[in-house]
């Protein structure tokens, strides 16, 4: 996907507090003056026929396979009622089976020993939210926010938490960081839109309306497209149409699995072959992004998106000469291309060269001049050069197109800062 010269830090909602445990860190009463026996060999084998059922269950959902794996791990939380790992599959599983309270009791167990996980903290939250215990739920968020801030299921739930509170603007806060991080989140533009349109903001609150319905619809469509799978799955056409849809999503590593099964199904299909390189580059496995894009540039020559991405791969691998011959093809293609010529100065500042990258962001704007991207790489070019006249001129020409603009409204701070 494209690449930016300069990125928008996420708002930081955590509040490092010394936060007392409270109930989210209870541990459970045994209800018994004397100690439980324990059994840790008895424990073992029962969390692992627990974990095989579950994972049983996951593969083919039905209510006995989930109540047998129920019945295992909480047999072996009764014999070692101190192992966490046993307490975090006995709470996971207990969600499954949508029994809140079992759940959480479980976690509160795992945390009184010293678990400090995030996730399990936000977990412990959504489930207080659910049961409606306001107070534990904001604890066990600001639990979990104290210690990370690159959750977007953590933001979302404390997001719904403000909401039912009444602080607006800082659930928009929360739902807004949700989205930073994965800007496909149909539930959080959802909530945003209804907490816009609380605070009186209609035409952003239409704005993430419309988000909801556009990644909804594709979500959607996915469900539609891996029921089909499931009734047909040998229909290449519908493989593919799930791995193209996962990879919208951004949800990188099924996306991955279901693009190379499709691949294998249409060998010579070059939007899988292209899609299935992006993805596997964004997780670091660069030989295998590089022959997919590689076979994508081969069956499909005159499209540029996989040279632009090939380009970045073989800059990443440290193949300069080979980056920039690729995306010179690409350019070949599209000489009007501004957002081309934009990816053309990242990609060259990838390899250190600043100056070509000025001329080429230059170049971007002659093709479009409103192209906010361009004005903000030229202004970390002249920034990295120390000219901050240029840098701050550049950022004044984005913030007359976009008067909102994060980035520029920082970074200029920020160097008008310096001089005083």
Not at 242 to 262: H, K, M, N
Not at 372 to 398: I, K, M, P, S
């Amino acid at each position: 996907m494209p690449r930016f010269a300069t990125s928008t830090p996420i708002t930081a909602l955590a509040v490092y507090l010394l936060l007392s445990l409270g109930a989210c860190s209870e541990g459970l009463s045994s209800g018994s003056d004397s100690p439980p026996k324990i059994d840790l060999e008895g424990a073992r084998a029962a969390f692992e026929r627990g974990s095989a059922k579950v994972q049983e269950h996951l593969e083919t959902p039905d209510y006995e396979t989930l109540q047998a794996a129920i019945d295992s791990l909480e047999e072996s939380v009764r014999l070692a009622p101190n192992e966490v790992q046993h307490r975090l599959m006995a709470g996971r599983t207990q969600e499954l089976a949508l029994n809140s309270e079992a759940a959480l009791a479980h976690y509160r167990v795992a945390t009184g020993l010293g678990h400090e996980d995030p996730l399990v903290w936000r977990r412990m939250g959504t489930l207080a939210l659910g049961m409606g215990n306001l107070d534990q739920a904001r604890g066990c968020f600001e639990r979990a926010l104290s210690r990370q801030a690159s959750d977007p299921e953590l933001f979302f739930g404390y997001g719904c938490l403000l909401d039912l509170e009444g602080e607006l603007e800082a659930a928009g806060q929360a739902f807004n960081s949700a989205i930073a991080i994965r800007p496909t989140y149909d539930d959080a533009y959802f909530r945003l839109a209804k907490v816009l349109r609380g605070l009186g903001d209609e035409a952003g609150a239409d704005a993430a309306r419309a988000q909801f319905d556009h990644w909804n619809e594709i979500d959607q469509a996915l469900s539609d497209a891996q029921r089909h799978v499931r009734m047909h799955p040998e229909d290449a056409q519908g493989v593919r149409a799930v791995g193209l849809y996962l990879f919208q999503l951004q949800r990188a590593e099924e996306c991955t699995d279901w693009l190379q099964r499709a691949k294998e199904l249409l060998p010579r299909d070059a939007t899988i072959l292209e899609r299935l390189g992006r993805a596997q580059f964004g997780l670091g496995r660069l030989p295998a992004a590089r022959a997919n894009l590689q076979l994508a540039v081969q069956y499909a020559p005159a499209n540029i998106v996989p040279l632009r991405e090939l380009a970045f791969v073989l800059a990443e691998s440290g193949d300069a000469d080979g980056a920039l011959g690729r995306m010179a093809q690409a350019l070949a293609l599209a000489p009007g291309d501004a957002a081309l010529h934009f990816q053309n100065g990242v990609l060259l500042m990838q390899l250190q060269r600043p100056d070509a990258a000025l001329k080429a962001y230059a170049l971007a704007l002659v093709n479009d001049p409103n192209l906010v991207d361009a004005h903000l790489g030229q202004a970390e070019v002249h920034y990295g050069a120390n000219r901050r006249e240029e840098a701050t001129a550049a950022y004044r020409r984005v913030l007359a197109i976009d008067p909102t603009n994060a980035a520029a409204t920082g970074s200029l701070n920020f160097i008008l800062g310096e001089g005083k």
